[in-house]
């Protein structure tokens, strides 16, 4: 199975996690999961985080073909415009989009000046789709639970699994949100910890439980607590 090359950013204002995914043979690369900065008390936002990826981009000469969301994020607003506007490329989210955008716009009485149709997005993808980053065979995995519309995204030996999954030692996502599911959430766990072994998992938010270093990569084997890695790293 291909390994592409996986470059991280890490925005710790939000825990979260930003990849680079690149396919070295063809020099075509997807981003997940952009941070567009937001300062709470001021309400201003910045392009930090967003710059220092096109920084890379640009830096190693890459061609962005992609930018995949896993879901809507509560915790940090999206780069995805401000890095197409840079660097081109195409922007990705679950077609379970729709539901969530439906909650939301009756939870805040929208009016029809909110589109719920997901075309503020330029590819929606259902469970099961394929898609390409050079040479790299991309595959959609709808898991829902923390969202409705939440999605893993495997490229060659790597997932990104969104928030369904954290680090072994800090579980996974919340799942009180509106349309979040404890149940369908373990169900999406389990469909991941299903792939093989050595499947590398690349989670979106780190919280360094306890202080720990920043830790964002392990494997499918390496989530369960009865493997070693688990016991020598995290207990």
Known sequence: MTSPHVTHFFDAATYTLTYVVTDT????C??????????????AIGTESADQVIAYIKEH???LALILETHIHADHLSSAPYLQKHLGGRIVIGSRITTV?????TIFDEDEGFRRDGSQFDVMLSDGDTFQVGALNGNALHVPG???ACMAYQLGDALFAGDTLFMPDAGTARCDFPGGDARTLYESCQRLLALPDDMRVFVCHDYQPDGR?????????????QHPCWRRHFS
């Open 30 to 43: 997807a981003i997940i999961d952009p941070v567009l900065n937001l300062d709470y008390a001021s309400g």
């Open 61 to 63: 000469d890459l061609n």
């Open 146 to 148: 923390h969202t409705p």
């Open 101 to 105: 955008q439906d909650t939301f716009g």
């Open 25 to 28: 043979a063809t020099g075509e």
């Open 213 to 225: 270093p920043l830790a964002f990569e392990s494997t499918v084997a390496q989530q369960s607590p």
